[in-house]
C-alpha cells in the first residue's frame, strides 16, 4: 500500500455516510469549507481549536495599550483564553469522571474542548461531526498529542450515534444544538448516556419572554444557516427525554464582554453586531442546562 493510500484510508473522509438530510448534507459543507481566521488564529494560540465563543472578564493589563505593535496579537490571545473559559465551564458541569469513562461530544467541531475533557479527566472522550474536513483535523491534533487512544472524532449525525445504549457517563452539545430537533437530540443523548450520567449544553437561545426570535436572532439564523431554539423549548425536550436540569446557568453577562472586545479586532465576521444587539435587547440568551439522566 503507497502512502497515499494510507492518508486515504486513514481519513475520516473516506468513511463519510451520506447525510441524513438535504440540510445535513449543507451543513457538512458549511464546515468542510470554514477556514476563519477568528478560529484558526485564536486556536494557533496553543493547539486547542474552538468553534463556540468566549466568557469571562477581560484581562485589560494582559491587553497592554492600544497602540502596542503586540497589541493584536495580545487581543487574539485574550479572546482565545475566554474561548477556553467557556469549554472549562462546561467540563466543570460533567460532575465526577473518572479515567475509565467515557464522554460523548455531539457536534465535536475541530475538538478543542474534547482535548480538554481528556486533558482533565484522562477519559476517553468520543466525538461526532457532521464534516469530514473536522474530523480529520480533530484526529491530526489527536495524533501529534499522542492522545489518540483516547480522543477521536468521527463523521456521523448527532441524531443517530455509533455507541451503545448506557455507553456515556457524560456527553455534551457545544454550541451544536441549533442544528437539529431537540426531540430527536434529546433522546440519542438519553439513549447513550447511563442512568445518572450527565448532559451538559452551552447554547444560545431566544428568550420566551421577548415573544418571538427578533431580527437578531433572525440575522444569526441566516450567517450561520441554524436555527436556534427557545429557552422553553430546550427545558420541554429535557423534560420529555428523562433529562433532569440541575443547574441553568444565564451566561449572557458573562459573554458580553468577550463580543466587545471581539468587535474591536481586526479579525472581525460581521456577526458581532447582531450577538451585542440581542443580548443586550433581552431577545436571545447564552445558557448553560446540565441535566442528569434519570
Ligand atoms: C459551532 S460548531 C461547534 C463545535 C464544537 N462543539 C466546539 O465547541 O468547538 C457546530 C458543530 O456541530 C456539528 N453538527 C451540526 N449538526 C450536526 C449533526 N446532525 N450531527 C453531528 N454534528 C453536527 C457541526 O459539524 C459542527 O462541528
Ligand atoms: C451561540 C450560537 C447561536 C452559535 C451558533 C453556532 C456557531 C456557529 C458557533 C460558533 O462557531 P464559530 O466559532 O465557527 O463562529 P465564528 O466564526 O463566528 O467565531
Ligand atoms: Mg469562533
Same mark, same amino acid.
Given at each position: 500500500m503507497t502512502s497515499t493510500e494510507f492518508t486515504t484510508v486513514d481519513s475520516a473522509a473516506a468513511f463519510v455516510p451520506a447525510p441524513a438530510t438535504p440540510y445535513q448534507g449543507d451543513i457538512a459543507r458549511y464546515w468542510n469549507n470554514e477556514a476563519r481566521p477568528v478560529n484558526l488564529r485564536l486556536g494557533d494560540v496553543d493547539g486547542l481549536y474552538h468553534h463556540h465563543y468566549g466568557i469571562g472578564d477581560v484581562d485589560h493589563a494582559a491587553l497592554?495599550?492600544?497602540?502596542? $505593535?503586540?497589541h493584536e496579537k495580545k487581543l487574539i490571545t485574550e479572546l482565545h483564553r475566554l474561548e477556553s473559559a467557556q469549554a472549562e465551564v462546561l467540563l466543570d458541569h460533567l460532575g465526577s469522571i473518572g479515567p475509565d469513562d467515557t464522554l460523548v461530544d455531539a457536534g465535536c467541531g475541530r475538538g478543542g474542548s474534547m482535548v480538554m475533557a481528556h486533558q482533565r479527566f484522562g477519559c476517553k472522550v468520543e466525538g461526532v461531526t457532521l464534516s469530514a474536513k473536522q474530523a480529520d483535523f480533530a484526529n491530526q491534533r489527536a495524533d501529534e498529542l499522542r492522545i489518540q487512544d483516547h480522543v477521536r472524532a468521527r463523521v456521523c449525525n448527532m441524531l443517530d450515534m455509533p455507541f451503545e445504549t448506557g455507553q456515556a457517563a457524560g456527553s455534551w452539545n457545544n454550541e451544536s444544538s441549533m442544528y437539529v430537533d431537540l426531540h430527536d437530540l434529546f433522546s440519542e443523548h438519553s439513549r447513550v448516556l447511563e442512568v445518572g450520567g450527565r448532559y451538559v449544553t452551552i447554547t444560545g437561545c431566544w428568550n420566551p419572554r421577548y415573544g418571538q426570535p427578533s431580527k437578531w436572532v433572525s440575522q444569526i439564523n441566516a450567517h450561520f444557516e441554524c436555527n436556534i431554539h427557545s429557552r422553553r423549548e430546550y427545558l420541554r425536550a429535557m423534560a420529555d427525554n428523562r433529562l433532569v436540569p440541575q443547574a441553568i446557568v444565564d451566561l449572557t453577562p458573562a459573554t458580553l464582554p468577550y463580543w466587545e472586545l471581539r468587535a474591536t $479586532?481586526?479579525?472581525?465576521?460581521?456577526?458581532e453586531e447582531a450577538f451585542i444587539n440581542s443580548y443586550k435587547d433581552g431577545s436571545f440568551q447564552y445558557v448553560l442546562i446540565a441535566a442528569d439522566r434519570v
Open positions: 497592554g495599550d492600544a497602540d502596542d $505593535s503586540e $479586532s481586526s479579525l472581525v465576521t460581521g456577526i
